[in-house]
Every structure is written in structure tokens, then in C-alpha cells.
């Protein structure tokens, strides 16, 4: 009956009150509705300020043992400290109903904050869960006001990726990013436990993946990577490393499941499993090359270890979902490998991409005898997908869509929108990364459902996850730092609906959180302080040469495809880059050469300065010019060198910027710009020639 009469309550709440801006208040992810003001049978009340500290009851109806307590755990951290009762009441309490008919979404809820009472609904325990993490915003806040809020999320998957193989992670550190997910409503962790770095999950079966491919030297990624990559026994002096036991990886999924987080354990294969052959090295594909990263498929080794490994796996995680990687395969070793080809003609398989795809289907196959399923990266597309197989998009969007398209369940992860491991602001200013530029604001734009996606489609949608690598970032202090609030942004795409979203309130919300994790010990990016996007690159430029033609002069030095940006037209398109190569704005050349061009000012003019950016970012292999070269001519055949810029290329870890120029007065028509690259291989990325 007091469910029922609740029910009634909120409706003529409802339809009495105000609707308020689901944006500009204290909750983040931003709700679906908020309406000020209560009504009852004696009439309507406006809103009034509501103080959380007169509270002094717990009722929770509806649920029974660790949902129970789960629930009481998360009152008392919204800051309420509450005598728990058996019965209802109606003064100064806290009132929540656990009721599967009470609404049709699975994790929603609605609270109603009348004048001396909070009352809550959910169809789940989890549900009310969440209906408690807003309702310690607002008692943080210190500001809410009498009325309602229904609340519903958009996705079933609002995810984070932690990668604990490249530098390994604690418990306790997990534990930590854990709480703050759940603040933010989000539902799934994505744990990467197994890389070329370093194999990060107990596994009884095959033991050496933990003595052994767990540790190397020296700690950092880098300088292993750029060194021998070579992995040592645990205990040797200097060793690095490291892995999660059974028990503890228990405790974990437990401590997650107390705060309605599944987390997805994710074991690499068929790539990324260097560490695998140089523990068991039998499994190399049949040629033997000094270096494999690839398992290989030829061998019916290979799938004894893996269905052993998964074995102990599915008995520690719970959750539905198993992640076989798939992604990044060389799939090179195969073609020499006498065990892959005889696999190939026995199973009549065509090509290589095909040998993965049999290695997809007979890992779904096997983990759904045991009552689980498959998700990998989109390149398990590759050669055919496996029939019950869950798609993470990381290479773009495209993946995803098609395979939705198809029917089957996909995870939205484009590495343009949801990497986090590139630089939140101007990368001379943040700590070493991969390189790129991804702010907040990027993040928080993109939308997993595009308009133009039929119903019929955008419902295998499932949700979208942030990916945090960890190649470059050694310390859990520079994690949080990359990790927040850029997964805040994640979380309210996740969680709100489109119309509910707007970024300048958002990141009023965000900044506040930030500063609370600030106080409560976490090390994220101090939004407020943020420097932002390269100043010229927000307003088109206004220059002599654009829109002139540009000549690109030997085929050897002409832009590399990936980043034509507007193609032949970039250098003079009055667009300047922002601090990432991948904004197609910038224009990369790999050539032996460099930079080579000719604008044609269509007459001759008189210039007074000739100038263009290039960047330098060591991570991903882009470095400035060591020359550059500037001529001009009348008649485009005789030309004469008005700057000759020397430039001395260093090997440094922060991004730089430089402006290479000539300034003067001359009279010319056409313009040369050559620029040399240095010693080291990689690319050349310039920005708009601008003339004035």
C-alpha cells in the first residue's frame, strides 16, 4: 500500500510541479526530469530549500542481504548518518521502495524531497543505488530544493577501460577509480590484464605467466619497449612487475559488485600475446623467429592453454561478458608457419584473416558452453564474425555501425572520442602521452547513436567505454590525472539523453567535481586551470595566399594519406591546426624528403612575411625540420632564396610548437616552402603557409 500510495504521490508531483533544467543543478550525469515543488491532497507547495541534516530514519523495503546492505553502505556515504527502522515514516526520513513494477527501466529511479522527508522508488536494488549517489551530490551541494527527480539511464553499458599490464596497478588503486565510477553511475570496468608488458591475473594452470612474463626491467614501458624487451623470474633484483592472486582478484570483483560495477576481464588473443610465447614458447608459430607476438593457431597447444586460462577466469569473474581482445594481430607469421597453413587447407580457409576468425568462433563457442559470451575489438570482423559475438569499435565508428547493422551487440569506443591517453590540454603543458590532443569538451561531444541510424539499428547499441592506456603513464598519480574528468564526460554520455546535455553547464559540474577529488586525495587534471585549444586555431586566418593554389613537388615528398587533411588545399585553406595532428587540419609527411611546395599568388605581389608551424611530439614519431627553405620568383622559373633556417632537432618529452619564417619586403608570384626532415625517421607535420 505505501508503495502504491508513493506511486500516486510522485505522479501528482508531476503534473504540479515545475519542470526545472535537468542540466543547471548539482547532478551529474545530468537526470531526465527535475520538477521543483510538491503537491498532496491540501494543495500544491512551491519549491523550498530542502536540509538534508534534519534526517534521522532509514526504511528500505523491498530487498533482503548484500542488496540490503549495499544499500545502507551507500546512505551512510552520501553523508547521512541514519537510524535504520523497519517501518515507513512520515518526518524526517529516508524512505526507499525496491519494486520491479514500479517502472519500466531497469537501473532508474525517482526521488521525491517533500518538506520533511525523502522518498525513494527503483525497480532494481541498483536502481536505488544510483537514486543514493545523486542524493549525495546533492547533500555535498548543500543546495537542493523541495520536488522530484526521475531519472533513468540512456545505455545499459556506461564503461572504463584501466590498463594494468602495461604498468601494473594495485588493488587498492583500483578500488579507489571503482568509488568514483559509481558516483557517477557507471557500470562496467574493463580490466586489461594480459599485453606484451606483462601477464597481470594469477592462473594456476600455466604458472610461468606470473613468475615469469609478470616482471621485467626496467619499470617503465618505455624503456622497456625501446630496450630488450625481455622479461626476468620474479624476485630478481630490480624486477618490475607485478599481478593480481586469485583472492585478490575476488576481492575485487566483489567490491565492484557492492557498488554495481561487473567488471570484464580481458586476455589478449590471438596479438599482443608476446609475454604468452616467452613464457611457453612451444606455442610460436612453427617457423621460430627470435620474436612472436602473435599465438599461433596452427597448433592445438594453443587452445588447450587458452580454454585452460579461461577455465580459471570465468570461475573468479562473473560477469556475462569475457573480452578476447582480437585487435592488432601482425597475422605475418602465419603465412610462414607450417602448422597455420596446414590449418588453413584443413578447415578451408582462404586467408589469414580467416585463421583469426576461426580462432574468434572456437573461443565463443567454448565460453558459450559455459554460459558466457564473447566481446572483442572490431578487428574480430575481420574473416567473419563469430555468431554471438559483442563488438568494442576502438578504429573509428564504421565497425561498430556495420556491425550493428548485422544485429550484433556493439560497445562504442572510437579512439578519436574516447582514447584517453592523449593530452587533455596543451601538450606542452601535460605530462608525457602518446601524443594527440583530447579535451574534454571533444569527448563529451560525441554521440554512440547518430541521427541518421534507424531505430532498428541504434538498438544494439549497447553503450559506450573510455580507454585509458597506459604505455607512457607510470605513476597512479598521472593515471587519475588522464583518467579525470574525462571519464566524467563518458559517464553522462553513457547515462543522459542528448537534449539533456549541454557542455558549458557541464563543465560547471565538472570543474566542482574535480575539485572535490582534489580535497578527497585524487590527482585529476585541474579543469579549472585548463588552458585550452591553440588560440589561432579557433578563427579562420585571413592571409594573402589563401585559397591560392599549392603544387606539391616530387611525388616522394607529397603528404602521407592518412593525414591529407583537406588535401591539396590544406596549406592554404586558412585553417590553423589545434594542438593534435589528428585534427585534420595539420598536413603529416613520411616521405625520405619532407615539405616541398609552390604557392601561386595568381600576380605578383609585394609580401612582407612567409611563415608556417610544425610541431614535435617524440611518442608517435613526429619531429620538426631540421631546414627549411624559403624562395620566391616572379616568373616561376627563376627563383631566389630569401631564407635558409637552420634548425637543430632534439629528442625531448614535452610537445613543442615553432614557427619557421621569413620577414622582409619583396615582390614575388610564386613562393617555395621546403622543409627538410632531420635524422630521425617519422613524420613532418606543418600547419597553414601564411603570407602576409
Known amino acids: ?82 537510524k535504520l527502522v523497519k517501518r515507513p515514516s512520515v518526518k524526517s526520513c529516508v524512505n526507499i521502495y525496491i519494486n520491479p513494477d514500479s517502472m ?47 531519472d533513468y539511464p540512456r545505455f545499459e553499458y556506461r564503461g ?56 621485467r626491467k626496467p619499470h617503465d614501458w618505455k624503456g622497456w619497449w625501446n630496450g630488450d624487451r625481455k622479461y626476468v623470474d620474479e624476485g630478481t633484483p630490480g624486477a618490475s612487475g607485478g599481478y593480481l592472486t586469485k583472492a585478490e582478484a575476488r576481492e575485487l570483483v566483489a567490491y565492484a559488485a557492492d557498488r554495481y560495477i561487473t567488471i570484464i576481464p580481458e586476455i589478449e588473443m590471438p596479438g599482443h600475446s ?15 623467429p627470435e620474436y612472436q607476438g602473435d599465438l599461433c593457431i596452427g597448433k592445438e597447444a594453443t587452445f588447450e592453454m587458452m580454454q585452460a586460462i579461461l577455465d580459471e577466469v570465468i570461475e573468479i569473474f562473473p560477469s556475462e561478458y569475457i573480452h578476447i581482445g582480437g585487435d592488432e594481430a601482425g597475422k605475418g607469421d602465419w603465412k610462414l608457419c607450417e602448422d597455420c597453413q596446414r590449418r588453413m587447407l584443413q578447415e578451408g580457409l582462404e586467408s589469414v584473416d580467416e585463421l583469426q576468425s576461426y580462432m574468434i568462433h572456437r573461443m565463443e563457442e567454448y565460453l558459450n558452453s559455459k554460459g558466457r559470451q564473447i566481446i572483442g575489438w572490431d578487428e574480430i570482423l575481420e574473416g567473419g564474425l563469430a555468431p554471438n559475438a559483442t563488438v568494442m569499435s576502438w578504429r573509428g565508428e564504421e565497425g561498430g555501425h556495420i556491425a550493428a547493422q548485422a544485429g550484433h551487440k556493439v560497445v ?10 592523449a593530452p587533455q590540454d596543451a601538450p606542452y603543458s601535460q605530462p608525457e602521452s602518446i601524443g594527440g590532443y583530447l579535451p574534454l569538451e571533444k569527448v563529451y561531444s560525441y554521440e554512440p547513436v547518430p541521427e541518421s541510424m534507424p531505430e532498428e539499428v541504434g538498438k544494439y547499441i549497447l553503450g559506450v567505454q573510455a580507454n585509458l592506456w597506459a604505455e607512457f603513464i607510470v605513476e597512479d598519480s598521472h593515471y587519475e590525472h588522464m583518467l579525470w574528468p574525462r571519464a566524467i564526460a563518458v559517464a553522462e554520455i ?127 614519431g613526429v619531429f620538426m625540420p631540421c631546414l627549411v627553405e624559403i624562395a620566391v620568383s616572379e616568373d616561376g622559373e627563376n627563383y631566389t632564396k630569401i631564407a635558409d633556417i637552420e634548425h637543430e632537432v632534439i629528442i625531448d618529452e614535452l610537445p613543442s610548437f615553432k614557427s619557421f619564417g621569413w620577414e622582409g619586403e619583396i615582390k614575388a608570384r610564386y613562393i617555395r616552402y621546403k622543409a627538410h626532415r632531420s635524422k630521425y625517421t617519422g613524420f613532418l607535420f606543418v600547419d597553414e603557409i601564411v603570407v602576409k
Not at 534534519?54 to 552520501?78: H, N
Not at 529511479?109 to 527503483?122: G, K, N, Q, W
Open 274 to 288: 608476446d609475454e604468452v610465447l616467452a613464457a611457453y614458447p612451444e606455442l610460436k608459430c612453427s617457423h621460430k
Open 104 to 150: 519500466s527501466f531497469e537501473e532508474g529511479y525517482a526521488i521525491v524531497t517533500s518538506e520533511r522527508c525523502v522518498d525513494i522508488t527503483a525497480r532494481s536494488a541498483a536502481g536505488a543505488f544510483y537514486a543514493l549517489q545523486t542524493v549525495r551530490q546533492l547533500v555535498e551541494s548543500g543546495e537542493w530544493l523541495t520536488g522530484a527527480i526521475v
Open 1 to 82: 500500500m505505501r508503495i502504491k500510495t508513493f506511486v500516486l504521490a510522485l505522479v501528482a508531483t508531476l503534473i504540479c510541479g515545475a519542470e526545472l533544467s535537468a542540466q543547471n543543478n548539482n547532478i551529474t550525469p545530468a537526470p531526465v526530469r527535475v520538477y521543483g515543488g510538491t503537491c498532496s491532497d491540501s494543495g500544491c507547495m512551491p519549491a523550498m530549500p530542502f536540509d538534508f541534516s534534519q534526517l534521522s530514519t532509514l526504511c528500505i523495503k523491498g530487498v533482503k542481504g548484500a542488496d540490503m546492505e549495499r544499500i545502507a553502505a551507500a546512505v551512510k556515504a552520501a553523508g547521512l548518518d541514519l
Open 160 to 215: 572504463v577501460l584501466i590498463d594494468i599490464s602495461r604498468h601494473f596497478r594495485t588493488v587498492d588503486f583500483l578500488k579507489r577509480q571503482i568509488d568514483m565510477m559509481a558516483r557517477l553511475k557507471m557500470n562496467r570496468l574493463h580490466l586489461h590484464l594480459t599485453d606484451a608488458a606483462g601477464w597481470r591475473l594469477q592462473i594456476d594452470s600455466y604458472p610461468r605467466l606470473t613468475s615469469f612474463a609478470a616482471w
Open 412 to 421: 562504442m569506443s572510437p579512439h578519436g572520442y574516447c582514447y584517453i591517453d
Open 494 to 620: 553513457g547515462w543522459s539523453e542528448p537534449e539533456n546535455r549541454d557542455y558549458t553547464m557541464f563543465r560547471e559540474r565538472a570543474v566542482k567535481i574535480v575539485d572535490r577529488m582534489i580535497e578527497e586525495g585524487y590527482t585529476p587534471f585541474d579543469l579549472k586551470n585548463e588552458i585550452g585549444n591553440r588560440p589561432e586555431s579557433k578563427e579562420d586566418v585571413e592571409h594573402l595566399a589563401r585559397g591560392k593554389k599549392v603544387t606539391y613537388i616530387e611525388p616522394s615528398f607529397y603528404y602521407a594519406p592518412k593525414y591529407a587533411a583537406a588535401y591539396d588545399a590544406t596549406l592554404t585553406d586558412g585553417k590553423r591546426g589545434t594542438w593534435t595532428y589528428a585534427d585534420e587540419r595539420w598536413q603529416g609527411f613520411l616521405g625520405r624528403g619532407g615539405v616541398d611546395v609552390i604557392i601561386d599568388m595568381d600576380e605578383v605581389t609585394t609580401i612582407h612575411s612567409i611563415s608556417a608551424d610544425f610541431m614535435q611530439i617524440c611518442g608517435p
